[in-house]
């Protein structure tokens, strides 16, 4: 059975810094991408950052871009968040999830973790 559980989330000041952790279980997940997404109050979810099987080619949305850091160990298989300078507007439920190599859609799912950013 698949799980991702997702950790490291909580209460900050704005211009603060938090590290989220999700670790996979179930399967290997050598060759398959990782990546954060978040969901903040009343808005649709969102893709935050991601990173292939061998931690080059990261991606991030404009909106963390320089701020945030997704990095991957695949010897737990563990994905990774680095969250600094936060911002009020950084405040949702952050989401974890896979993809399995040649797919477009991602395959599992996290429960999330909350991040509220205080100003």
């Known amino acids: 059975q698949v799980q991702l559980v997702e950790s490291g989330g909580g209460l900050v000041q704005a211009g603060g810094s938090l590290r989220l952790s999700c670790a996979a279980s179930g399967r290997s997940f050598i060759n398959w991408r990782m990546a954060w997404f978040r969901q903040a109050p009343g808005k649709e979810r969102e893709f935050v950052a991601a990173?292939?099987?061998?931690?080059?080619?990261?991606d991030y949305s404009d909106s963390v871009k320089g701020r945030f850091t997704i990095s991957r160990d695949n010897v737990r298989s563990t994905v990774f968040l680095q969250m600094n300078s936060l911002k009020p507007e950084d405040t949702a439920v952050y989401y974890c999830?896979?993809?399995?190599?040649?797919?477009?859609?991602?395959?599992?799912w996290g429960q999330g973790t909350q991040v509220t950013v205080s100003s």
């Open positions: 999830a896979v993809r399995a190599p040649a797919t477009s859609q991602w395959t599992y």
């Open positions: 990173v292939p099987w061998n931690g080059a080619s990261t």
